[in-house]
């Protein structure tokens, strides 16, 4: 078997006949089953998506799976025009806003812990009021007046409407987006914060992901952020839901706060 990957995650071999071997580096096989549930009950989409078709465990009870190989060019490493680029953001989000979720995106874990509570907001609240225990000692020092602005954020996410759900991937950036030319050919990396949600929450967080570090961050998420918004996508919600993640994963590859990702989180808390 080739090597063609490696990530956080696990690494994952070509098996040659149009299918991969992913090892699993710490979930086991039943870490796995509501993930492999999640892709199964995907409605039709405009680009390929994972789909699990087996689950084993190795010598040491970790997960070993086969899956279909997706194939394309990451966006980062397409060298497509701006505007086309931007596209493919647009289309993904769009598409994915007219998805329709079942009971296995309920049931999916997001963060690795159980999600679903009564509503999306309910959920998201105890979502950040958890991870923001996590982050506390590091936000209450970098973020002004922190405690308050997350009290803002919980009665927001609390009092929200009842709005129609849609299938939410939480991740759209561009090493998950596979390009064939212009056209998305597939979107990888399900189940981070994979879940039923509110569609406007994928707009927010992929307007902000399209360029996380670069020079031109601020002005790109920017027009990404006016483009979600010509389509219906609510500003001040945006903002909202974007404060909501960045609470949520300040800490989440670092404990100590000392990465690029922490730093990005709490300037988009400050700015």
Not at 82 to 97: H, M
Not at 141 to 156: I, K, M, S, Y
Request: with cysteine.
């Amino acid at each position: 078997m080739e090597l063609i990957g490696q990530g956080m995650e696990g690494a994952v071999y070509d098996l040659g006949d149009g299918m991969v071997r992913k090892l699993w580096f710490d979930r086991r096989p039943d870490d796995l089953r509501p993930l492999q549930a999640f892709l199964d009950e995907l409605p039709p989409l405009p680009f390929r998506t994972p789909r699990i078709r087996e689950i084993t465990a190795d010598a040491n009870g970790l997960a070993v799976t086969v899956e279909d190989k997706l194939t394309g060019v990451p966006l980062h490493e397409a060298d497509l025009p701006e505007e086309q680029a931007l596209d493919a953001f647009v289309l993904v989000v769009e598409a994915l806003r007219t998805a329709q979720p079942g009971p296995a995106s309920r049931a999916l874990p997001v963060i690795n812990q159980p999600f679903w509570k009564q509503s999306w907001g309910e959920s998201l609240a105890a979502l950040v009021r958890r991870r923001a225990a996590s982050s506390r000692v590091h936000l209450e020092r970098d973020v002004p007046a922190f405690p308050g602005l997350l009290q803002e954020v919980l009665d927001g996410l609390s009092n929200l409407g009842a709005d129609e759900l849609s299938v939410v991937h939480g991740d759209i950036c561009p090493p998950n987006l596979l390009m064939d030319g212009p056209r998305v050919a597939a979107v990888l990396d399900w189940g981070f914060l994979s879940t039923a949600g509110d569609s406007t929450f994928e707009a927010s967080l992929a307007a902000g992901f399209f360029d996380m570090y670069g020079p031109e961050a601020k002005r790109l998420d920017n027009l990404l952020l006016d483009r979600f918004e010509r389509l219906g996508h609510d500003r001040k919600r945006m903002r909202l839901y974007r404060q909501a993640y960045a609470i949520t994963t300040a800490t989440i590859y670092d404990n100590d706060a000392k990465d690029g990702h922490y730093t990005w989180c709490v300037n988009q808390l400050t700015n």
